[in-house]
């Protein structure tokens, strides 16, 4: 039971490994090649929208209590 259970893990770590290296190498930019930072501004793209979107709820939702809360009344 237990020599089943660490062959197990030890199975699981090498597979672990093996498809993060052959990930590595794909991702890795060959001799000659140029370095894709598409990718980078991709990310800093969606990270920026993210931001904003985030922004722009806390204002709409700060709008709109302040709309209820200071509401004008007939005097």
Known sequence: MFKTRILSALGGFGAAVLF???AH???????????????GWDHLWNEVLIDLYV?????????????????????
């Open 25 to 39: 190498a794909q991702s890795a930019p060959g001799p000659g090649d140029a370095p894709d930072t598409a990718l």
């Open 20 to 22: 993060a290296a052959s």
């Open 55 to 75: 922004i722009g709820i806390i204002f709409g939702v700060a709008a709109i209590y302040m709309l209820i809360k200071y509401r004008a009344t007939s005097p």
